[in-house]
């Protein structure tokens, strides 16, 4: 079974520049998350989704960061005007949302540098 | 604040020793915790998890017992392997339907042959 797919794997790109950051969660889970994991604060959540629905956001740093999930098995996040403080590596991960299951499973993360 | 506390940063133990990975957490709201593991340039994996009902859960080489009055959760590998060489995150959650996760600093992990 295919896991968290997460693309690019790696972005460079200059200040001021877009990026967006896609994830496809492994199918049949209902829930997906956004992280990003940096040296100083390590791993954070900055947003996550229930059913396509964002339900907390309060992750998010600031309005530079966007999420949507427009259906099931898709899910952007993007960053206008991106800075070098957003270099980091950001990762998707999804669960099932079953009663009792708690368990997150994670992408191989987008390693982000922003010059 | 720092909800979730691995205090320490790195640790190394002879192969086929035990390894003990230790964490502490604050908020009484979380009922649920898990550990991940995760190697250089790939997302964490999940490894094992325990319910606040339980002081303790097994599967395999790993083990995690935890202590609700304590407020404190330890993963035991035993015997450690060289492949078991990576960072390891403690995580919890709240109860009810409540996903987020928080996340500890990570506990580097390295067993020496």
């Known amino acids: 079974d295919a896991g968290v797919i997460q693309s690019p794997r790696h972005e460079v790109t200059e200040m001021g520049q877009e990026v967006t950051l896609r994830c496809k969660p492994i199918s049949g889970h209902n829930s997906l998350f956004w992280y990003r994991q940096t040296m100083m604060r390590g791993l954070e959540l900055l947003i996550y989704?229930?059913?396509?629905?964002?339900?907390?956001d309060s992750g998010m740093p600031e309005d530079r960061f966007s999420a949507k999930m427009p259906n099931a098995s898709f899910s952007t996040l993007k960053i206008q005007p991106s800075e070098p403080r957003d270099s980091a590596v950001y990762f998707c991960a999804s669960t099932s949302g079953l009663a009792g299951s708690k368990t997150q499973y994670f992408g191989p993360g987008t390693r982000l540098l922003v010059l | 604040d720092q909800q979730v506390k691995q205090n320490s940063p790195s640790l190394s133990v002879q192969e086929g020793r035990i390894s003990i990975l230790n964490c502490d957490y604050t908020?009484?709201?979380?009922?649920?915790f898990l550990w991940y593991k995760k190697y250089p340039a790939e997302g964490p994996t999940f490894l094992i998890s325990i319910s606040s009902i339980k002081d303790k859960n097994e599967d395999g080489r790993f083990t995690v017992f935890l202590n609700k009055s304590a407020k404190h959760l330890s993963l035991h590998i035993v015997p450690s392997q060289p492949g078991d060489s990576a960072v390891y995150f403690c995580a919890s959650i709240s109860g009810g339907g409540a996903q987020k996760l928080v996340f500890g600093q990570g506990t580097r992990l390295t067993i020496n042959p």
């Open positions: 908020n009484s709201m979380f009922d649920y």
């Open positions: 989704f229930n059913n396509n629905v964002p339900i907390d």
